[in-house]
């Protein structure tokens, strides 16, 4: 845990000094899922290019 702790201070820290609390809360968040889809991946739980592809060729044909 103390390992986390010290990737947030870190992250924190790296930030603009007139950053907003609801930026940090954004950012950290954003950490947050980034972190999550990296895990997935790892595990295999990601979806093939080629799936997305074909989900994604049905948004973009108008």
Do not use: N
């Not at 950290?28 to 595990?43: M, N």
Request: net charge negative.
């Amino acid at each position: 845990m103390a390992a986390v702790k010290q990737q947030v201070i870190k992250m924190i820290q790296s930030l603009s000094e007139e950053i907003s609390i609801d930026d940090i809360m954004a950012e950290l968040y954003f950490k947050l899922q980034v972190d999550a889809g990296l895990k997935e991946l790892d595990e295999g739980k990601g979806i093939p290019h080629e799936e997305v592809e074909k989900r994604m060729s049905k948004w973009l044909t108008a």
